[in-house]
């Protein structure tokens, strides 16, 4: 169906403005929808730098990103914000409430579906037991939050919005194992009909996606389930390891 949220990468490369060396060669891979893609590799590999081209923080060099079959160089960005929620590494929070926060996609959003997306983020206990719950105010750059409080109240942000695609970047790291688990079993309820790419560092975090692409130096060296990759990659196998 047309607008269900199906991604694909198509022999995309791509290196920042003035970088000899491209951050990604040749990536191709397809994410459908009701599916995880998960991506994992050492640092620099490329993990944040890929999830960016979708949402067309940058473009690819050659090859194309596809949304629905549409290269996102033809969609418009309301097109594209409206289908893809992004959780960056370093998700931001400005000053003003935390009911300010949340709505940032989607300013018409009611109380209760703001509850309902802290809920599935994990978020609702913290937000309940402060005094001012929704009107709490965060301060600038959400200082006043610890790191794993502000990971989850951007994954709620996201929710808020409804896309069809999510892509996290490494948005699970600063919570513990439990509510890493809590969370994305959440999520998965939630989210059962979108497209979910996710880069992440544990493997607790990405052991049940339909899909892990191990990245070295900017490709996809392998890609296979955890137990395909467990047998076949050595690349994968260091990093569980490690
Ligand atoms: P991480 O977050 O440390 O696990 O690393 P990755 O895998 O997310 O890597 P990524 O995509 O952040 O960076 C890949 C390479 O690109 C790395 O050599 C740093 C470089 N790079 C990242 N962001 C920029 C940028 O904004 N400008 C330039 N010139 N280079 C960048």
Redesign the pocket.
């Known amino acids: 169906a047309a607008r269900a949220g199906r991604v694909e990468f198509r022999n995309v490369t791509f290196a ?4 000899e060396a491209p ?1 990604l060669s040749d990536i191709s891979f397809t994410a459908e929808p009701g599916q995880t893609v998960a991506i994992i ?10 999830l960016g081209l979708l949402p067309r923080l940058y473009d690819a060099a050659s090859g194309e990103v596809l949304l629905d079959g549409v290269p996102v160089t033809r969609l418009d960005r309301a097109e594209i914000t409206q289908r893809v929620a992004m959780v960056p ?1 370093r998700p931001y929070l400005f000053s003003g409430t935390i009911g300010h926060n949340l709505r940032f996609g989607k300013p018409e959003a009611t109380e209760q579906e703001l509850w309902e997306a802290l809920t599935v983020a994990q978020a609702a206990d913290f937000v309940q037991d402060k005094a001012a719950g929704l009107d709490s105010r965060i301060s600038q750059g959400g200082t006043n939050v610890s790191g794993g409080q502000r990971q989850r109240l951007c994954i709620a942000r996201a929710l808020v919005t409804e896309p069809k695609v999510y892509l996290f ?2 948005s699970f790291s600063a919570l513990d194992v439990a509510t890493d688990a809590r969370l994305r079993r959440a999520l998965k309820a939630k989210t059962a009909d979108a497209t979910v790419i996710i ?1 992440g ?1 544990r493997v607790s975090t990405i052991a049940d996606a339909d899909q892990i692409l191990v ?1 070295d130096k ?1 490709r996809i060296v392998d890609r296979g389930t955890h137990e395909e990759l467990l047998e076949s990659s050595s690349t994968y196998q260091e990093i569980v390891e490690s």
């Not at 590799?41 to 890929?50: F, I």
């Open positions: 920042y403005p003035g970088a951050v590799g050492s640092t620099g590999a490329g993990k944040s730098s890929l590494q970047d490494d880069v560092q990245l900017g």
